[in-house]
T-cell receptor, first 111, second 113 residues
Framework: DQQVKQNSPSLSVQEGRISILNCDYTNSMFDYFLWYKKYPAEGPTFLISISSIKDKNEDGRFTVFLNKSAKHLSLHIVPSQPGDSAVYFCAATDSWGKLQFGAGTQVVVTP | DSGVTQTPKHLITATGQRVTLRCSPRSGDLSVYWYQQSLDQGLQFLIQYYNGEERAKGNILERFSAQQFPDLHSELNLSSLELGDSALYFC????????????FGSGTQLSVL
């Protein structure tokens, strides 16, 4: 039962443009959401997070938006850079702390 | 160096065999998590330990078991291996309960032939 879904397996974007990654979840008990980034041959690394009491969190070029009523979150990367080429995982957790991940979106930033 | 050390990096074995994956968490971290990443499946939560005690269980098969030792390192044991167990197995750690900003190791790639 996949409670966190990333329906776009891949995304190609030009350098300097905006990358928008989407994530949907089904469990209304989720109250904390995170994005992780993964390069080949490495483990995922934490990127940015948002609590359910907020609808936006920004960190440099990365902004996460949360729409609780739609059970949807998105990650915006502006501007996209070649080093942003990686797999991005959306994750969510409830008060039990069991972090659930989506299947990931492969982002390719082209020159 | 990510702080979480997983060994071995690669493991090739045959169906029916048993293997042990090892994880040393970042120094000072009490919580250890195991995840499985199969093709197109994302990261599937297997099990979590906190200070030696099992804390949460996910989609872990009965053929799989894990433990966390007094020195806080953890081992994931996979037995009666099947072709479908081929995957990347990640260990992650965090300093305390409720800290979801996990620090991941680089994983063990298991190939069952």
């Amino acid at each position: 039962d996949q409670q966190v879904k990333q329906n776009s397996p891949s995304l190609s974007v030009q350098e300097g443009r905006i990358s928008i990654l989407n994530c949907d979840y089904t469990n209304s008990m989720f109250d904390y959401f995170l994005w992780y980034k993964k390069y080949p041959a490495e483990g995922p690394t934490f990127l940015i997070s948002i609590s359910s009491i907020k609808d936006k969190n920004e960190d440099g070029r990365f902004t996460v938006f949360l729409n609780k009523s739609a059970k949807h979150l998105s990650l915006h990367i502006v501007p996209s850079q070649p080093g942003d080429s990686a797999v991005y995982f959306c994750a969510a957790t409830d008060s039990w702390g069991k972090l659930q991940f989506g299947a990931g979106t492969q982002v390719v930033v082209t020159p | 160096d990510s702080g979480v050390t997983q060994t071995p990096k690669h493991l090739i074995t045959a169906t029916g065999q048993r293997v042990t994956l090892r994880c040393s968490p970042r120094s000072g971290d009490l919580s250890v998590y195991w995840y499985q990443q199969s093709l197109d499946q994302g990261l599937q939560f297997l099990i979590q330990y906190y200070n030696g005690e099992e804390r949460a269980k996910g989609n872990i098969l009965e053929r799989f078991s894990a433990q966390q030792f007094p020195d806080l390192h953890s081992e994931l044991n996979l037995s009666s291996l099947e072709l479908g167990d081929s995957a990347l197995y990640f260990c992650a750690s965090s300093a305390r309960l409720g800290d979801e900003k996990l620090l991941f190791g680089s994983g063990t790639q298991l190939s069952v032939l």
